[in-house]
């Protein structure tokens, strides 16, 4: 049963400090998006790479966060330094980008700032 | 105005009952269509793709109305397992493979 996976399930970090979140996309697909999820603002799109190469990252506060995928089986996701307001769901998801437009997400990383 | 729009709910329903959720989008130009279910404290995951025609599985039936710019969905004879946050997804024109998700309706099926 393929599935995208992430790490940590769960992180609570002191303000200041840098945080990195890893995703492994399903294997064979060539879409992965990083979305960041709160109670007020829903799910926010904040980077999208398309064959490892980032697309799209406007979503993304560019003075704290930085996404990469170093190789085609892993996408990461750093913030630093991490803020009390970066507490959120951070979600990742992977598409097969052939013609097909659905995603599938991962279970997510639940991200405390104190 | 928000490009994808829900009642956010939440819709009580008894067990058994049919109910229904709209949601609008504002770009005429959008190419794709989907219904997510989202459970408390997991991810979304994808319920069913919405076409021209409209389409059915099992319980859920989604219809698409393009000259009204909204988006439907039915569910009939509603267990309590139904109960979550549904989210109503569009993929814009020129949007690549990205997708703008709605707010998401909840619902809950009580006994």
């Known amino acids: 049963d393929a599935r995208v996976t992430q790490t940590p399930r769960h992180k609570v970090t002191e303000m200041g400090q840098e945080v990195t979140m890893r995703c492994q996309p399903i294997l064979g697909h060539n879409t992965v998006f990083w979305y960041r999820q709160t109670m007020m603002q829903g799910l926010e799109l904040l980077a999208y790479?398309?064959?490892?190469?980032?697309?799209?990252d406007s979503g993304m506060p560019k003075d704290r966060f930085s996404a990469e995928m170093p190789d085609a089986t892993l996408a990461t996701l750093k913030i630093q330094p991490s803020e009390p307001r970066d507490s959120a769901v951070y979600f990742c998801?992977?598409?097969?980008?052939?013609?097909?437009?659905?995603?599938?997400f991962g279970p997510g990383t639940r991200l405390t700032v104190t | 105005r928000k490009e994808v729009e829900q009642d956010p709910g939440p819709f009580n329903v008894p067990e058994g009952a049919t109910v229904a959720f709209n949601c609008t989008y504002s770009n005429s130009a959008s190419q794709s269509f989907f219904w997510y279910r989202q459970d408390c404290r997991k991810e979304p995951k994808l319920l069913m793709s919405v076409y021209s025609s409209g389409n059915e599985d099992g319980r859920f039936t989604a219809q698409l109305n393009r000259a009204s710019q909204y988006i439907s969905l039915l569910i009939r004879d509603s267990k309590l397992s139904d109960s979550a946050t549904y989210l109503c997804v569009v993929r814009g024109a020129n949007a690549g493979n990205m997708l703008t998700f709605g707010g998401g309706t909840r619902l809950m099926v009580k006994p």
């Open positions: 790479f398309r064959n490892r190469a980032p697309l799209d």
């Open positions: 998801a992977s598409g097969s980008g052939t013609g097909s437009y659905e995603q599938y």
